[in-house]
Structures are given as structure tokens and as C-alpha cells.
């Protein structure tokens, strides 16, 4: 949760995971550690491209369980489409997050493969972040959304900023 940003690679499984995001985290670092056991044990050249928040075709858009563009693009969309005043939107709005579209992540991919010896674990990101409350009012102005908009303290922000340390994926000569 607390982890230093931007968040090199040797960061992870060095302090508590955010409760919010514990399980998905979890499922990620699963992954990786697999990755590296088949190459410790059994020689396999499995490497891992662990991506930044993702958005892109094919994302959920569920009212109550979708991520935060997604979740965003429909509550703006909505709000406009009834003429609402005004749309809430979780937490202070101050919460730094990266976004990564899922074309770039599989172009990373598969520069990755590309590779004669890739790395065994990079992060995968734009290297930039955006509060939540500006990508909101980027979201707004994208719906055509012209009501306001307000933050609800009483919901959780979750990790202050979100942001990848993306220089070992740099020097491979991948670009976002």
C-alpha cells in the first residue's frame, strides 16, 4: 500500500498489501512467483509483464463492480444521457493512479517475446499517472457530461498513488 512510487519491481511482497485490492494483488503475485519457480526448477525461460491498471475493448462496465474507467464512463454517460446536476464519485479524488490501454500492454508483450533474453519480471506502464478526480472531469468532458462534480470522503481512496517504475522495460527499447 505504502510502497515507493514510482514502484520498482523488487518493491513487491516487501510490505502489507491494500485490503481493497488484496485479492486481485494476490492473484497477480501467484503468477509471478510461478513464473519464477518453473525457471528455478525446470529450466523454463517463463518470464512475467506485470501491466498497470488496464482499460481498454471488452472491459466491464457493471454498475457496481467494474474498474474505475470503466465504472466512470458509465456513471458519466448515464448522468448525462438523464441530465443529471451532479455525479458523486468515491473517496477525496486526490488518489494518483496509471492507466495503460490493453493494445499497448499486448504491443509490450510481445516486444517482450521479441527479446533473445528478456527480463524476468518488468512492470508494464505509461510511467504518468492522473488523480481520479482529474481523470473524472476528463471522463466528464468526454460523456458530455456539463453537470458537477463531487467527491464522497466516506468511501475508501484506497493506496494514495498507484504509479509503475517502468525504466527496466525502457531499456529493452519499448516505448508506451
Same mark, same amino acid.
Given at each position: 500500500?505504502?510502497?515507493p512510487?514510482?514502484?520498482?519491481?523488487?518493491?513487491?511482497?516487501?510490505?502489507?498489501?491494500?485490503?481493497?485490492?488484496?485479492?486481485?494483488?494476490?492473484? +497477480?503475485?501467484?503468477?509471478? +512467483?510461478l513464473?519464477?519457480?518453473?525457471?528455478?526448477?525446470?529450466? !523454463?525461460?517463463?518470464?512475467?509483464?506485470? =501491466?498497470?491498471?488496464? #482499460?481498454?475493448?471488452?472491459?466491464?462496465?457493471?454498475?457496481?463492480?467494474?474498474?474505475?474507467?470503466?465504472?466512470?464512463?458509465?456513471?458519466?454517460?448515464?448522468?448525462?444521457?438523464?441530465? %443529471?446536476?451532479?455525479?458523486?464519485?468515491?473517496?477525496?479524488?486526490?488518489?494518483?493512479?496509471?492507466?495503460?490501454?490493453?493494445? %499497448?500492454?499486448?504491443?509490450?508483450?510481445?516486444?517482450?517475446l521479441?527479446?533473445?533474453? =528478456?527480463? %524476468?519480471?518488468?512492470?508494464?506502464?505509461?510511467?504518468d499517472?492522473?488523480?481520479?478526480?482529474?481523470?473524472?472531469? !476528463?471522463?466528464?468532458?468526454?460523456?458530455?457530461?456539463?453537470?458537477?462534480?463531487?467527491?464522497?470522503?466516506? +468511501? =475508501?481512496?484506497?493506496t494514495?498513488? +498507484?504509479?509503475? #517504475?517502468?525504466?527496466?522495460?525502457?531499456?529493452?527499447?519499448?516505448? =508506451?
Amino acid at each position: 500500500k505504502m510502497a515507493p512510487q514510482p514502484m520498482p519491481e523488487d518493491c513487491l511482497l516487501t510490505s502489507p498489501l491494500e485490503t481493497t485490492n488484496e485479492a486481485y494483488a494476490i492473484a +497477480k503475485i501467484a503468477g509471478l +512467483k510461478l513464473c519464477q519457480h518453473y525457471r528455478a526448477q525446470h529450466g !523454463l525461460m517463463y518470464h512475467s509483464a506485470m =501491466p498497470t491498471n488496464l #482499460y481498454g475493448p471488452g472491459d466491464n462496465y457493471h454498475a457496481e463492480n467494474s474498474h474505475v474507467i470503466p465504472a466512470l464512463i458509465r456513471r458519466f454517460h448515464e448522468a448525462a444521457e438523464r441530465g %443529471d446536476e451532479s455525479v458523486t464519485i468515491w473517496g477525496t479524488g486526490t488518489p494518483r493512479r496509471e492507466f495503460l490501454h490493453t493494445g %499497448d500492454l499486448a504491443r509490450a508483450c510481445f516486444h517482450l517475446l521479441s527479446l533473445d533474453n =528478456p527480463p %524476468d519480471w518488468v512492470n508494464v506502464g505509461t510511467g504518468d499517472d492522473i488523480t481520479i478526480l482529474e481523470l473524472a472531469k !476528463l471522463v466528464a468532458k468526454t460523456t458530455g457530461f456539463q453537470g458537477g462534480i463531487l467527491t464522497d470522503p466516506s +468511501k =475508501p481512496d484506497g493506496t494514495p498513488r +498507484k504509479l509503475m #517504475y517502468i525504466s527496466k522495460i525502457r531499456a529493452t527499447g519499448w516505448q =508506451p
